[in-house]
């Protein structure tokens, strides 16, 4: 079954695994000086890897932290993996997800997001990305989605936002940004009314919807 995974304990592995070998080279460096036996330090490496990725594990189950990896049906129509947490998440699986309508990641840690393999995706209908940490979003591969209707963007530090992609999907009605993000459309400026409007109006030229605005 296709698959979806990811981490929220990423960070913890990295200082965790780190510092345990910091400590164990400085407990055992007068060891590994005064015999001259160099080996040593990698001996104390690997051990100081091993012993902090048990560490590590205990930190993340005491914490409630998890590496997920999550195994979906194929005809499975909505996935909510929301308040979870994630810092990165794969969905390359999605690909093989054909029937998926509905994919929920709100409120979590995720910085980036590829959207790349949603390009050979004909189902989804509703996409929530809100809540998180994703600055940069591109939503060029998002204009072969041909029942994309809704996607939600809020609450991410995104300073700008290219939506012309949007325009041209036929059933595509609602897109949820902050206030504070610079919406384009062909690079001209407009207000999260003005695109809903040309999406009610069913047009895609920015400069035509603009001319008819100002008549």
Not at 29 to 58: K, N, Y
Not at 59 to 64: D, E, I, K, R
Request: aromatic residues 8%.
């Amino acid at each position: 079954m296709p698959s979806i995974s990811g981490t929220n304990n990423s960070y913890v592995d990295e200082i965790i695994g780190f510092s345990t070998i910091i400590i164990i080279f400085f407990l055992f460096r007068s060891i590994i000086f005064q015999t001259s036996q160099l080996w040593l330090l990698g001996i104390f490496i690997i051990v100081g890897m091993i012993v902090g990725g048990v560490l590590s594990a205990v930190v993340a189950t005491l914490l409630g932290l998890e590496v997920f990896d999550e195994e979906f049906q194929t005809g499975v129509v909505e996935i909510d993996l929301s308040r979870r947490s994630i810092i990165t998440i794969d969905l390359d699986a999605i690909q093989e997800l054909q029937n998926l309508e509905i994919l929920n990641l709100e409120d979590n840690l995720i910085e980036k997001i590829d959207f790349a393999p949603f390009r050979k995706h004909p189902a989804l209908v509703n996409l929530d990305v809100s809540n998180n940490k994703i600055e940069v979003v591109d939503l060029t591969v998002l204009k072969t989605m041909k029942k994309l209707q809704r996607l939600d963007l809020r609450n991410n530090p995104i300073d700008a936002l290219e939506a012309a992609d949007l325009l041209q999907l036929k059933d595509f009605t609602t897109l949820y940004v902050d206030p504070q993000t610079q919406l384009t459309v062909e690079g001209v400026s407009l207000t999260n009314d003005q695109f809903h409007e040309m999406i009610e109006k069913g047009m895609k030229d920015v400069d035509a919807f603009l001319a008819q605005s100002n008549e």
